[in-house]
């Protein structure tokens, strides 16, 4: 009996070959749309986790807020301070559940080496940005805390640096100028790629704070506080403890708004997670339909037949 209806639906499709392969044309457009768009949608979801994660995990950034409308008993527009070494002293020394504090200002300069140049970022930091950042070296060494604390003429490039002035030869030892400055590259940092924005984090110099300061921005300003929270802390609780104690530092009533801004990595990266998964369900509804419409017409296909028999 099951030989015999195979074998019947076989001539059957033999005598309707056209009508068979639109049927198995809806078919397969409307699953391998599905399948795609929720491909689609995942792949992008895992980009922006990935993309965020390269800027460090349990990350808070602290910045210098902006004029923020009138304020105070004046009316007078808030001015904005940047923020400064008592403020990363007061959360280093105060700060409990971070696992690495480190300051940031970054300058787009001139890097030249012998007849080559290329327009860089350059960092000012210290040694713990490499661990805040959650960022490896491919050979060398970080620059030490004394040369942190001198502002040493050394520094650590990035790939994309590497690449202009030496192909795939070894950097270390060899001197770049920096904006007019001198500086011995003492390590090669492991590569991170671009960014989901188009930038790309391996166009970079680190020096030392200090001398970022001194030859480079000409002032004692920090642009960035980058704090790592350890294992056992999450962000969201780390943030007020941060808010707090610079507040004090900064000697910010309560009354008044801060002068700065945190930003938790963690949260940013959940929230476009959660709009990519938005995104990836809207674009299965839309391969549904896909779907729906070529099912409604295996439907009108398996109709005719049958009223052909009838």
């Given at each position: 009996?099951?030989?015999?209806?195979?074998?019947?639906?076989?001539?059957?499709?033999?005598?309707?070959v056209?009508?068979?392969?639109?049927?198995?044309?809806?078919?397969?457009?409307g699953v391998a749309?599905?399948?795609?768009?929720?491909?689609i949608?995942s792949g992008?979801?895992?980009k922006?986790?990935?993309?965020i994660?390269?800027?460090?995990?349990?990350?808070?950034?602290v910045?210098?807020?902006?004029?923020a409308?009138?304020?105070?008993?004046?009316g007078?527009?808030?001015?904005?301070?940047?923020?400064?070494?008592?403020?990363l002293?007061?959360?280093?020394?105060?700060l409990?559940?971070?696992?690495?504090?480190?300051p940031?200002?970054?300058?787009?300069?001139?890097?030249?080496?012998?007849?080559?140049?290329l327009?860089?970022?350059?960092?000012?930091?210290?040694s713990?940005?490499?661990?805040?950042?959650?960022?490896?070296?491919?050979?060398?060494?970080?620059?030490?805390?004394?040369e942190a604390r001198?502002?040493?003429?050394?520094?650590?490039?990035?790939e994309?640096v590497?690449?202009?002035?030496?192909?795939?030869?070894?950097?270390?030892?060899?001197?770049?100028?920096?904006n007019?400055t001198?500086?011995?590259?003492?390590g090669?940092?492991?590569?991170?790629?671009?960014?989901g924005?188009?930038?790309?984090q391996?166009?970079?110099?680190?020096m030392p704070?200090?001398a970022?300061?001194?030859r480079?921005?000409?002032n004692?300003?920090?642009?960035?506080?980058?704090i790592?929270a350890?294992?056992?802390?999450p962000?969201?609780?780390l943030?007020?403890?941060?808010?707090d104690?610079?507040?004090?530092?900064?000697?910010?009533?309560?009354?008044?708004?801060?002068?700065f801004?945190?930003?938790d990595?963690?949260?940013i990266?959940?929230?476009?997670a959660?709009?990519?998964?938005?995104?990836?369900?809207m674009?299965?509804a839309?391969?549904?339909?896909?779907?729906l419409v070529?099912?409604?017409?295996?439907?009108n296909?398996?109709?005719?037949?049958?009223?052909?028999r009838?």
């Amino acid at each position: 009996m099951i030989w015999e209806t195979v074998r019947l639906s076989l001539i059957s499709i033999r005598r309707n070959v056209l009508r068979s392969f639109l049927t198995l044309l809806g078919i397969v457009i409307g699953v391998a749309a599905v399948i795609a768009m929720l491909t689609i949608g995942s792949g992008t979801t895992e980009k922006v986790k990935a993309d965020i994660s390269k800027l460090g995990s349990n990350l808070l950034v602290v910045r210098s807020g902006r004029p923020a409308g009138p304020g105070g008993p004046g009316g007078l527009d808030q001015v904005t301070r940047p923020l400064a070494a008592k403020d990363l002293e007061a959360l280093v020394a105060h700060l409990s559940g971070a696992r690495a504090i480190a300051p940031a200002s970054q300058k787009q300069v001139r890097v030249i080496f012998g007849t080559e140049s290329l327009t860089s970022g350059v960092t000012g930091t210290d040694s713990a940005y490499l661990d805040a950042r959650d960022w490896k070296l491919v050979s060398g060494r970080p620059f030490s805390d004394s040369e942190a604390r001198a502002g040493a003429g050394v520094c650590l490039i990035g790939e994309t640096v590497r690449q202009q002035f030496f192909g795939a030869g070894d950097p270390e030892g060899e001197t770049i100028r920096v904006n007019r400055t001198s500086c011995r590259i003492i390590g090669l940092l492991e590569p991170k790629g671009y960014t989901g924005f188009g930038q790309d984090q391996d166009n970079v110099v680190l020096m030392p704070l200090a001398a970022y300061q001194r030859r480079i921005a000409g002032n004692r300003d920090i642009d960035s506080i980058y704090i790592a929270a350890d294992d056992r802390t999450p962000t969201t609780e780390l943030q007020p403890r941060v808010e707090d104690i610079l507040r004090d530092t900064r000697r910010i009533t309560p009354d008044r708004d801060a002068d700065f801004s945190i930003r938790d990595m963690t949260q940013i990266a959940d929230a476009m997670a959660s709009a990519t998964t938005t995104m990836t369900g809207m674009l299965g509804a839309v391969a549904g339909v896909s779907l729906l419409v070529g099912g409604i017409g295996i439907m009108n296909i398996m109709l005719v037949s049958v009223t052909e028999r009838t």
